[in-house]
């Protein structure tokens, strides 16, 4: 059997990295990169040579398509542009995979599973925190019963001063681009809860504000590199320190204008960086969620309440004191013990998520007991959670969610 043929849009940060040279990395034997596509052309040569590939480099993908003649396209393109990337792979015989957010509105979810239903090919949605070994765990916990019937989860996510602030320089701080962080970073969370929970969610009631960045700063700037103010600001970020991220965007940024070191205190800014939602799912479970970006800590903490018991994590990225390098589960029985499960990080992105999901989707025979491939339902689901959050505090109400599904 011969490679597999992927052609990769989008050659940014995840990209040229994940899909690119740790894609070839993990699985090179059964995968061959035919053609990088961007809109970017020195990008695409730094992209390129960072990857290690001598593949033909494109700044128009239906060009690409024809000329490459892919099996596979990965779509890792700003996300307002997904649906425009995923339709005119379907429509020229290539399956697609995407970054999440698999796109940013209703109407382009609607558009998505249309053009997979009319050509028969495959969208595949790369949520990779299904892989996470935590993750993993617990949907095997809850598909044993081991609390009985789920009746309620807590779900609070916690981005911290770095990870956090950096939405606020990139193209995600826009609506239009990134459909706010409910739909770009929550869209992972949602996707957890939709699998999890293995259901669907009906009802979404959402607050969110923007508290601390944009036009909430002390201060103002362009852009971090060359700012008057850099040594007063806390979220300074100097791009030179990453040679990466210089390498990708610094001189590329001469192409196209987009530089990756924007002020976070912008004016023009108009995401929440503060959100709650309260969610209601058709088995009959009641969500809490919030997310916050600017916390000392990175993280999660995440509970499930069921009819005979609670399982509890608190998952730790980064704080400012030491942790073991594993999580805990607390599986707590109603008039039982509590029983403390570790288990272990891996290596690898998210938790050892990215390596194992790049291996479920081109290593052919590995078995699925648990769901982890994810298709473009669940990719639409979970973009329409943020949607109908978004929504919500928009309006002030609360907002079914088939209805943004069925058009």
């Not at 990395?25 to 020195?42: F, S």
């Not at 999901?357 to 329409?384: H, N, Y």
């Amino acid at each position: 059997m011969g490679k597999t043929r992927v052609a990769l849009v989008g050659t940014g940060h995840r990209g040229a990295g994940t899909w690119g040279r740790e894609l070839l990395a993990q699985v090179g034997d059964v995968v061959e990169m035919v053609g990088l596509c961007d809109q970017n052309p020195l990008r695409l040569e730094r992209a390129r040579a960072a990857i290690g590939l001598d593949a033909p480099v494109f700044t128009d993908l239906g060009a690409m398509l024809r000329e490459t003649r892919p099996d596979r396209l990965m779509v890792c393109s700003r996300d307002s542009v997904h649906d425009e990337h995923i339709v005119q792979a379907l429509e020229a015989g290539v399956d697609a995979m995407t970054e999440k957010p698999m796109t940013t509105t209703a109407e382009k979810c609607r558009r998505i599973l249309e053009a997979e239903k009319r050509t028969g090919r495959r969208v595949d949605v790369t949520f990779n925190y299904r892989y996470a070994p935590t993750s993993q765990r617990i949907k095997q916990l809850l598909l044993d019963g081991a609390i009985g019937d789920v009746v309620s989860v807590d779900f609070h996510w916690y981005l911290d001063t770095k990870h956090g602030a950096d939405y606020f320089r990139r193209w995600h701080a826009y609506r239009a681009y990134s459909g706010s962080l409910f739909v770009h970073k929550a869209t992972h969370h949602f996707d957890l809860l939709n699998w999890y929970l293995a259901s669907e969610p009906e009802e979404v009631f959402a607050r969110g504000e923007l508290r601390h960045y944009g036009r909430k700063g002390p201060f103002r700037g362009t852009r971090c590199k060359d700012c008057a103010r850099a040594g007063e600001c806390d979220f300074h970020f100097d791009i030179s320190s990453d040679a990466w991220l210089e390498m990708l965007y610094e001189d590329p940024s001469r192409e196209d204008g987009y530089v990756r070191d924007a002020c976070v205190f912008r004016e023009d800014i108009d995401i929440p960086d503060t959100m709650s939602a309260a969610l209601r799912y058709r088995n009959g479970v009641q969500v809490s969620y919030s997310l916050n970006t600017f916390m000392p800590i990175e993280g999660h903490h995440l509970a499930f309440n069921g009819t005979k018991g609670r399982i509890e994590v608190r998952q730790y990225e980064r704080q400012p004191w030491t942790v073991p390098p594993a999580d805990e589960i607390l599986l707590m029985r109603n008039f039982g013990a509590v029983e403390h499960i570790w288990v272990p990080q891996e290596h690898g992105g998210h938790w050892g998520g990215d390596p194992k999901m790049q291996a479920m989707l081109f290593r052919p025979g590995i078995p699925d007991p648990l769901g982890l491939r994810a298709d473009a339902r669940a990719g639409a689901l979970a973009v329409l959670c943020g949607v109908a959050a978004l929504e919500s505090i928009d309006s002030g109400r609360s907002v079914a969610v088939a209805p943004l599904l069925q058009g």
